[in-house]
């Protein structure tokens, strides 16, 4: 699942990061309250963590925009600023949570897992199969009974055709969802992957349209 980090504290921003990637999500980096205002209204991502002192543009003021656009991807406000105030003016703009600088990461992992289980379908532990179970708490996928070792590019692409079943993925929105915009990935590569999820998980788990992109079938919920 993308992740949009919106910080430009180098430090705690290469912290979350890996953090972040530990936890499974695959995270967008932004430092520019302007860059990060159009970054956030890309379509895929599963939350977005806002520091509110940027430069550019304050946190703040991009949340309200984004919002009064529409946009209803979960935001948790990570900021030095802790008042009271502060967290009411942040929620009040649209903010889902808040979390106040120093922080401990496993909060905040805890945190952003449970506003992406809040703001989606996809429960922790989801059947696939009377035999498959794709568990996003302890990032790991289970065949009758036996845990499948997973790379993280595989249990990625997987988590996320679970959290669009029923709806084709295209190759380009695996690619940014397991590898990210800025990396190289052919889609020979993402058939590659696919192919080594299917002999660890079983061949029919996930379908091929041609010229479209994979699918994980409502049915097989």
Not at 6 to 22: G, L, Y
Not at 52 to 58: K, N, Q, R, V, Y
Not at 163 to 190: C, F, M, Q, W, Y
Request: glycine content about 8%; aromatic content about 4%.
């Amino acid at each position: 699942m993308r992740v949009l980090l919106v910080e430009d504290d180098d430090t705690i921003a290469r912290a979350t990061q890996a953090a972040c990637a530990e936890a499974g999500f695959l995270v967008v980096a932004e430092t520019d309250g302007q860059a990060a205002l159009t970054t956030g209204r890309t379509p895929d991502l599963a939350a977005i963590i806002l520091d509110l002192g940027l430069p550019g543009l304050d946190g703040t003021s991009i949340l309200k925009v984004w919002r009064e656009e529409g946009l209803r991807t979960p935001v948790l406000i990570l900021t030095a600023r802790g008042s009271w105030l502060e967290r009411v003016h942040g929620i009040e703009a649209g903010a889902d949570d808040y979390l106040s600088k120093p922080f401990h990461m496993r909060e905040l992992i805890a945190r952003l897992r449970a506003l992406v289980r809040r703001t989606s379908s996809l429960p922790y532990a989801t059947r696939l199969a009377h035999d498959i179970v794709v568990d996003t708490q302890k990032m790991r996928a289970v065949v009758r009974g036996r845990a499948v070792a997973l790379t993280p590019h595989e249990f990625r692409a997987l988590s996320f055709l679970v959290a669009r079943r029923g709806h084709v993925v295209s190759v380009s929105e695996l690619v940014r969802n397991v590898k990210g915009d800025k990396d190289a990935v052919t889609p020979n590569a993402i058939e590659a992957l696919i192919g080594r999820i299917r002999r660890k998980m079983g061949s029919d788990v996930i379908e091929t349209k041609r010229g479209f992109g994979y699918i994980i079938p409502d049915e097989q919920v």
